[in-house]
């Protein structure tokens, strides 16, 4: 069996933890930092009527669920 593919028992949370505090002085124990750059942000063109019905859903989303709870009573529900 090649060290890959060898069988190892899960680190618990606490021997991680120790073996993080143990390393953390210790450049040669950790990867290169990785750099990473954020790109311009993108933008998208939505049909007016699109965006119409995604402000629609949003508010409706919005709404407090005791607004709900009335119209379920008021349509005879409750």
């Known amino acids: 069996m090649s060290p890959r ?8 949370a ?3 933890d120790q ?3 143990a ?3 210790d450049d040669a124990a950790w990867e290169a930092p990785v750099r990473i750059h954020r790109t311009a942000p993108a933008s998208l063109a939505l049909p007016a009527e699109l965006a119409a019905r ?3 859903l949003a508010q409706l989303h919005r709404t407090p ?6 119209h379920l009573v008021w349509a005879g529900c409750g």
């Open 5 to 12: 593919t060898k069988m190892t028992k899960p680190l618990s």
């Open 54 to 56: 995604a402000a629609f």
């Open 14 to 16: 606490q021997e991680i």
């Open 65 to 70: 669920s005791s607004l709900s709870e009335r």
């Open 23 to 25: 390393q953390a002085a």
């Open 19 to 21: 073996t993080v505090v």
